[in-house]
């Protein structure tokens, strides 16, 4: 809530759900968007820009600014929250990695209070219940099968606020736990698996309605085994991407945006701590992370199993063509450093989607996925004022998160 006066906000496009109005204005007021319109405004404006569009809403992010969800107290959990706040991030779900299930069942409870206060909007569970071949950067010593107590424990820790939990439909119980998250109102989400088509096919008749960044941390898609990747596109589910330039190539983006169709395609960061911060290294649940370059990785260790197969390849547009290494030698990707606004101008000016698509994948489209349409996900009058503004480069400027601003 915001007791600010009300203010005017002027944009050479404003984007709508319908496309965008060029030039228009929103009038905020009482932290909604009191009104809009298209053409020049009514009073004078506070923030004269190039592109406003509606607040991000990341339905898988870690971390970030040197802080986590997967580990530290609340006060970690209100920085990183914050951080991503900064970068236009204005609803999100934390997202935890496979860990113990007790221990999981203890932050689960403990997100679900930062959820009560309004810090984040959810919660989602990345594992237990993965493919040890796919696992990634999810530590395979605390991977376990599918099993509908187990869900239904960490279900009730979270008192409501588990929205969305990533399971391997291969595993042996999957479809009851598939089943039971769905009839729980939880998104059931399809990832680190090495699932076949027809399985996933299956899978999705069961209730796995979304796609975890999709191709990474899952078989590839080949032209006679199309695999879990393959599957889902070919389904009316939501699919994730990171479009940050080093988990997918953009022709892959751009390919699975139009399979999925404008309101499937799901922008995400996967970010982990070390989002915002130097290269170094980071933690990402119990697991130790390199950051090379912006780019982090398992810090390859004596035990670590060798990685090579769940590595997704450098893309190299944006960065070097040169691979940062041999793969072989390299741990696998593990989460991102990126934040929401830097995914959108990928988007845009890399991937070459357009802009009222990539608002309806990083906003528009999770907002209906996580039941917020009511109340965000679009730039419509009585919704709340969670508004992005970015100059004419797709740089962010402005963050106004219920009707407060903030300047980048
Ligand atoms: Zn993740």
């Known amino acids: 809530m915001s007791d600010s006066e009300p203010f005017v906000v002027a944009a050479d496009h404003v984007v709508t759900p319908s496309g965008w109005l060029a030039p228009g204005w929103l009038r905020i007021a009482g932290g909604r968007i009191a009104a809009m319109g298209e053409g020049e405004p009514p009073e004078p404006a506070a923030y004269r820009v190039r592109w406003a569009l509606p607040g991000f809403i990341d339905m898988h992010v870690h971390g970030g600014g040197g802080a986590s969800f997967t580990e530290g107290g609340p006060d970690d959990v209100r920085r990183a929250a914050a951080?991503?706040?900064?970068?236009?991030?204005?609803?999100?779900?934390?997202?935890?990695?496979?860990?113990?299930?007790?221990?999981?069942?203890?932050?689960?409870?403990?997100?679900?209070?930062?959820?009560?206060?309004?810090?984040?909007?959810?919660?989602?569970?990345?594992?237990?219940?993965?493919?040890?071949?796919?696992?990634?950067?999810?530590?395979?010593?605390?991977?376990?099968?599918?099993?509908?107590?187990?869900?239904?424990?960490?279900?009730?820790?979270?008192?409501?606020?588990?929205?969305?939990?990533?399971?391997?439909?291969?595993?042996?119980g999957a479809l009851d736990v598939i089943r039971a998250a769905a009839g729980a109102g939880v998104i059931a989400a399809a990832g680190h698996t090495d699932a076949s088509a027809e399985v996933t096919a299956a899978a999705v008749a069961a209730g796995v309605s979304h796609a975890t960044h999709l191709f990474n941390g899952m078989r590839p898609l080949a032209h006679r085994d199309p695999g879990p990747a393959g599957a889902l596109l070919d389904s009316q589910v939501t699919c994730e991407v990171v479009a940050d330039g080093t988990h997918l190539h953009d022709t892959v983006i751009r390919l699975a945006a139009r399979a999925a169709g404008p309101g499937n395609l799901v922008l995400i960061t996967d970010a982990m701590a070390a989002a915002g911060m130097p290269d170094g290294t980071y933690r990402l649940g119990d697991l130790a992370v390199t950051v090379t370059a912006g780019v982090a990785r398992l810090t390859p260790t004596a035990t670590t199993p060798s990685t090579a197969a769940t590595l997704a390849t450098p893309a190299p547009s944006g960065r070097s063509a040169a691979p940062l290494g041999s793969a072989s030698a390299l741990g696998a990707i593990a989460g991102s450093t990126a934040t929401m606004d830097q995914v959108v101008r990928h988007a845009i000016t890399a991937v070459g989607l357009r802009v009222p698509d990539v608002a309806a994948a990083a906003s528009t489209t999770p907002a209906r996925r996580l039941g917020l349409s009511a109340e965000t996900g679009a730039l419509a009058p009585g919704l709340s004022a969670d508004i992005v503004l970015l100059d004419g480069d797709f740089r962010l400027t402005t963050v106004i998160a219920s009707g407060t601003a903030t300047s980048g």
Do not use: Y
Not at 89 to 102: E, F
Not at 117 to 138: K, M, N, T, W, Y
């Open 83 to 172: 951080f991503h706040r900064g970068h236009g991030t204005t609803r999100l779900l934390a997202s935890l990695v496979t860990a113990p299930l007790d221990e999981l069942e203890r932050r689960v409870a403990m997100l679900a209070d930062l959820a009560d206060e309004g810090v984040i909007d959810g919660i989602h569970l990345e594992g237990p219940f993965l493919s040890a071949a796919r696992c990634g950067a999810q530590n395979p010593r605390h991977l376990t099968a599918p099993d509908v107590a187990a869900f239904r424990k960490l279900h009730a820790a979270a008192r409501g606020w588990l929205k969305m939990i990533t399971i391997a439909p291969e595993l042996p």
